[in-house]
């Protein structure tokens, strides 16, 4: 069995970049419950935009272990997904917020100007490593669309060949 037969057409390539994209995601979402100022239920009594944040997980499984005739759709769903999260680590939660709420271990958000990280800590490495987190799932997210593009055009183009 292949790949492709495994994954609903998906080549090897995307099915490994969605399952990084995956794990990437869950520590970055786990660096967003330590953070406090970006989480929300369930780790948190109010409903945030971290909550919406969650459904990236049915997508991307979507994505990745979808059926082959619906490949196109799984397709547009990640696109989706993925165009969320870039709108809401460009306007919502930017690198610098998540750098300071470990760096000086308060928020840069004036409703959340009070809250500290649950850690407790003040660690400009920490902070580093959790811009560098949101960025590297940034960059996943987009070559994972840009990959199943590729794998759909291949297949599209199989398909117009005579056999």
Request: charged content about 15%; cysteine-free; proline content about 5%.
């Amino acid at each position: 069995m292949t790949a492709s037969d495994r994954f609903g057409g998906l080549s090897r390539r995307t099915a490994v970049i969605i399952i990084a994209t995956i794990i990437v995601g869950l520590l970055h979402h786990t660096d967003h419950v330590l953070r406090v100022d970006h989480s929300g239920w369930p780790f948190l009594r109010d409903v945030s935009p971290f909550t919406f944040s969650l459904i990236a997980y049915p997508i991307l499984l979507f994505a990745l272990l979808g059926p082959a005739r619906l490949f196109w759709l799984r397709w547009f769903f990640l696109l989706i997904g993925v165009a969320s999260a870039l709108w809401a680590h460009t306007m919502l939660e930017t690198p610098n917020m998540q750098y300071a709420m470990w760096a000086y271990d308060h928020s840069l958000e004036p409703q959340h100007a009070n809250d500290h990280n649950l850690l407790g800590l003040r660690s400009p490495i920490l902070g580093i490593m959790a811009a560098g987190l949101g960025l590297t799932l940034d960059i996943l997210l987009v070559v994972a669309v840009f990959s199943m593009l590729i794998d759909g055009l291949g297949r599209r183009a199989r398909s117009l060949l005579p056999t």
